[in-house]
């Protein structure tokens, strides 16, 4: 579970709402169906259109990454393939293909794999780096979605405001109803403009941040794997891949030693 995503998300709207609240405000005020289906279902569905059907019907399955860990952790990898690495050194390559099918990552699994079935190192590395060049293009689309929605969201809030102020044009007549329906008609830019800014483009940045931590990741792994081919000593192997770690990774890693 992605804590950050959840404390991040209740911070925000705590603050918003909190604040309305102090000002006297009524949340059953904030709550208008019409709405939010005009602003939440509009800007989901232009965005639908800018991509294919294959992109739109991913989109739980890239939200969820929001909220669950991928399984990445750098320090977890360095101490996997150094391990690994230990035990090559001790009874060759081939000695591995025992773990291979107990490896949990598809990414280190099939790594290892090539390894084990003596790939040379280039097509070793060639094959790893288009594997992840293929996880970057789909992981920028995830990114990309996100991003757009939050572009059409506050539009469409707009949109649902002009609406509402065409409607209540249209009830001049009662000139006591006019404050409460201009109050409706704003709502439609208070959930554009909110859902925009509290969820959905915050979203698009955790994204676009546990990719390039991810891609990085998998490029130390590279580097561990193709140190082990190569018959690297297991303190070497860690060498080479702890350049790729942050330096608070590093203290940690160096506390353990």
Known sequence: MELATIIGIAIALGG???????????LISLFEPSALIIVVGGSFGATCISFSLKHTTGVPLVLKNAFF????????????????????????????????????????????QIVVDGTQPELVRDVLETELEAMSIRHRAGVDFFMAWGGFLPTLGVLGTVMGLIHMMENLND???????????????????????????????KLKLQSHDEIKTYEMVIEGILSMQAGDNPSL???????????????ILAAEE
Request: aromatic residues 4%; positive net charge.
């Open 16 to 26: 918003v709402l909190g604040g309305f609240l102090l000002e006297g405000g009524r």
């Open 69 to 112: 860990s991928n399984n990445t952790d750098p320090l977890a990898m360095l101490r996997l393939i150094v391990d690994m690495a230990k035990k090559a050194r001790r009874s060759g390559i081939l000695a591995l293909e025992s773990e291979v099918k107990s490896l949990r990552n598809p990414f280190v699994r099939n790594a290892v």
């Open 175 to 205: 000139p006591g109803g006019m404050g409460p329906a201009i109050a409706v008609a704003f709502i439609a830019t208070l959930y554009g403009v909110g859902i925009a800014n509290v969820l959905v483009l915050p979203l698009a940045s």
């Open 237 to 251: 192997v860690a060498t080479k891949m702890r350049a790729y770690l942050s330096p608070q990774a590093k203290k």
